[in-house]
């Protein structure tokens, strides 16, 4: 009887002293901070020149859902090689597919029906990435402004730019 | 305070260049002929026909629109066909020789015997003997002077080549800091820009209003620029204004027209690719008035396999530059009187012969020899002495790399290029040599 009563006194000093001593214990100190990430533009991992080969062939193949012929591609970097300032020749070459059947564009009222889905499938088609909710916002005014500019106009605008020279 | 006041501070002319240039322009446009390919001094200055080259004592003076000289009177191979092959001369097309009119070096001595180094040199006053094809020059070129000094815009200043390939397409802007492609020139090689491949992939380019669509076009793409710019993606090259630009589309289109109606401005003789090359020039002239056009010529580097085709190249080239300079005389007011002239081979060829033996058993000459390290010089035009014949075989006067210095100081920044300092050690003006 007297060994059974010891056990509950020892357990029940165990509880009070383990009762103390955690409420003595101290909060612990956070410290609220912020992760270093850098911010980078959205078009950052596009860091290497295409050559004028991938430039054209990559546009035709964004123009008009297919494939350059090799041969054609021969001559077109020619005629490229033989002009000095390569914005004006790209730009040449552009209007004169531009000029061609076959090419893939929607439509005016397509475009105009659904901004910001034809935003975002103009950078997915010619940048493989998603417009920025700024480029979005700009383009969606800029377009909704001025009646004059086609759906072919914002193609041109894309495959001159400096970022579709990239990848 | 006197002092304070008489400092000199760099200041941004309404051009964009800083500094007005130092010198007075002795003409108001120059165009620079690279008479190039490999020209033997016997055939050209020396008027010896085929009398050192082949064993046959026949003299005489091929190129006489350039030279004083009279043509050889047997064994006629140059000229075009009539009766037997090239027996017919192509008739003179100025009356007084461009050696009369001008200042003629007639022994030069050139450092290389290639083709690219030599060009080099021409272009940028300087070989940089370590540099390879596929490579832009690393000296400054003419253009980039140009352009820099005078605060010339980039379709002020043209290289019309004569080909795409071995590297003369990289011949309109060096990679010299400071320089560059900011300072570069226009280029075109009318074969291949206005053949069969320009017609097929050029021509039938849309033409778009230049406010109503081009305008709001150019506007999204520099909005799209913007942000490209701001992480450095910028594009190499030359750069045209958005006016140039349209300038430049709209030439294109003209000479696609008058390509197909054949009617571009070519010499009378037309049956070579020099020629045609020279045609364009001509249409270059005449559309953008340039302050700075550079020509290249190589039809002569057939040497290396045909005598009789090379004799016939010099003759053409002849024919070629006097109808460049007849043209500027006579078909564009704004030029005539006001331009220029300078004319010098990249290199000449050897003195001894391949094994190589044509349709007339004539043997063709390479060009590596010290033979091949001798060419000479002309320049024409206002403020440029007339009738004068400097140096001859025996007394060199001239360098290869003269021409650089001579066109800076005909356009008037000489002193810019001499104290840039990195023309060859021993280039000098002609005016200086004199």
Redesign the interface.
């Known amino acids: 009887m007297k060994k059974l009563s010891i056990f509950p006194a020892i357990t029940l000093s165990f509880l009070l002293a383990l009762l103390v001593f955690s409420g003595c214990k101290p909060d612990p100190e956070y410290i609220y901070d912020v992760n270093q990430v850098e911010a ?5 991992d ?1 860091t290497i ?1 295409k050559t004028e080969e991938q430039y054209i062939s990559v546009l035709y193949a964004n123009l008009f859902q297919k494939a350059l012929s090799a041969n ?1 591609l021969v ?2 970097k ?2 490229i ?9 790209y ?3 552009l ?2 597919f ?3 059947p076959g090419k893939i564009i929607p439509s005016d009222a397509t475009m105009r029906a659904d901004l910001d889905k034809f935003i975002e499938e103009t950078y997915a088609r010619f940048y493989v990435r998603k417009p920025t909710a700024a ?1 979005k916002e ?2 969606r005014n ?1 377009i909704q402004a ?1 009646a ?2 086609s759906p072919e ?2 193609y ?3 495959a ?4 579709y ?2 990848y | 305070m006197a002092a304070a006041g008489a400092a000199v501070f760099p200041y941004i002319l309404p051009s964009g260049r800083l500094f007005a240039s130092s010198g007075a322009q002795l003409a108001e446009h120059v165009v620079f002929v690279l008479f190039a390919g490999g020209v033997r001094q016997q055939e050209s200055v020396l008027q010896r026909y085929l009398d050192d080259s082949q064993g046959v004592p026949i003299a005489g003076n091929i190129m006489y629109n350039m030279l004083e000289g009279a043509p050889p009177t047997q064994k006629i191979v140059y000229g075009t066909n009539g009766s037997l092959d090239g027996n017919t001369p192509i008739p003179k097309i100025i009356n007084t020789t461009l050696e009369k009119q001008g200042t003629l070096f007639k022994e030069v001595h050139v450092d290389t015997s290639g083709h690219y180094a030599g060009l080099n040199g021409l272009v940028s006053g300087n070989y940089a003997a370590t540099q390879g094809l596929k490579q832009k020059p690393v000296y400054p070129t003419i253009f980039e002077y140009a352009r820099r000094h005078m605060g010339l815009s980039a379709t002020q200043t043209w290289f019309v080549g004569n080909t795409i390939g071995n590297s003369v397409p990289l011949l309109n802007y060096s990679t010299y800091p400071d320089y560059g492609a900011a300072f570069g020139a226009n280029f075109i090689a009318p074969q291949v820009t206005f053949g069969a491949g320009g017609q097929k992939h050029m021509a039938n380019a849309k033409v778009y209003h230049p406010e109503e669509e081009l305008g709001p076009m150019y506007r999204m793409k520099y909005f799209l620029d913007s942000l490209a710019l701001s992480s450095g993606k910028d594009v190499p090259g030359i750069k045209n204004t958005d006016e140039e630009k349209n300038d430049l589309k709209n030439f294109f289109k003209e000479m696609y027209n008058k390509t197909a109606s054949n009617s571009i401005a070519l010499p009378p003789v037309r049956d070579n690719a020099d020629l045609t090359t020279i045609g364009y020039a001509c249409e270059v002239l005449k559309w953008f008035k340039p302050t700075l056009t550079v020509v290249n010529l190589s039809a002569v580097d057939g040497c290396h396999g045909n005598f009789t085709g090379y004799l016939k190249s010099l003759h053409r080239a002849d024919h070629g530059v006097a109808h460049l300079w007849n043209y500027i005389q006579t078909q564009i007011p704004e030029m005539a009187g006001k331009t220029a002239m300078v004319i010098i081979p990249e290199h000449g060829r050897n003195d001894v012969p391949n094994p190589i033996i044509d349709q007339n058993l004539w043997y063709a000459y390479d060009h590596s020899d010290d033979n091949s390290k001798r060419i000479f010089g002309m320049m024409v035009g206002p403020n440029i002495p007339a009738n004068l014949q400097l140096g001859d075989e025996a007394n060199p006067l001239g360098h290869g790399c003269d021409g650089v210095l001579t066109i800076a100081e005909i356009l008037g920044f000489k002193n810019e290029v001499l104290n840039a300092g990195l023309t060859h050690g021993d280039a000098m003006s002609m005016f200086d040599r004199i």
Not at chain 1, 40 to 44: E, S, V
């Open positions: 980078l533009p959205a078009d950052a596009k020149l054609e001559e077109i020619r005629v090689e033989s002009v000095g300032d390569k914005e004006t020749v730009e040449v070459i209007s004169s531009m000029n061609q480029e700009w383009f800029y001025d004059n500019i106009l914002v041109m605008s894309f001159l730019s400096n970022e020279q990239y």
